[in-house]
């Protein structure tokens, strides 16, 4: 057991520290492999076309370089979003209301969803427990009736 464990921790951080850059070699390798926009900060922030999302320059990851990984490439921090830096734009005033007003609308679309979870789960969850202890309660009376 414990043998798997470390086998799984080790692996990790060898993950880890295999695309682990400082910020100035990841800046370079933002410059070298996105050949459209020039990029002069980490901070700088781009919109992704593929997703939706804006992402910043810390945020893109940096994957392969290593033999057998292939090419350095850079990926969406977002998941399952598989766009190339080609598909990352600068954010103009315009993306950015859009961007804006989505993620209102995910917000409120994400909190209409928990309520209308809490309120399926005080249906169902607590009413069927009450319905079994209810029935475990009134069967062995109905059996001396
Ligand atoms: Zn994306």
């Known amino acids: 057991m414990l ?6 921790i080790s692996r990790a951080v060898a993950l880890c520290v295999a695309t682990k850059l400082s910020d100035e070699e990841k800046l ?10 020039q990029w002069h900060s980490l901070e700088e922030k781009r919109y992704c076309l593929v997703c939706g999302n804006l992402i910043s320059g810390r945020q893109i990851q940096v ?9 350095l490439r850079l990926n969406c921090p977002t998941e399952r979003c598989n766009s190339i830096p080609m598909d990352w734009v ?7 209301a859009k961007v804006e007003k989505t993620a ?30 209810l029935l475990k309660f009134v069967l062995p009376f109905k059996r001396y009736s």
């Open 3 to 8: 043998a798997v464990d470390r086998k799984v």
């Open 28 to 37: 370079e390798v933002l410059r070298r492999l996105d050949q459209f926009r």
């Open 63 to 71: 994957a392969g370089g290593t033999r057998g990984n292939g090419p």
């Open 90 to 96: 600068l954010p103009t005033d315009e993306i950015l």
């Open 104 to 133: 209102t609308e995910e917000r409120k679309a994400a909190e209409l969803k928990s309520a209308v979870e809490a309120v399926g789960n005080d249906k169902t969850l607590p009413h069927d427990d009450f319905m079994s202890r």
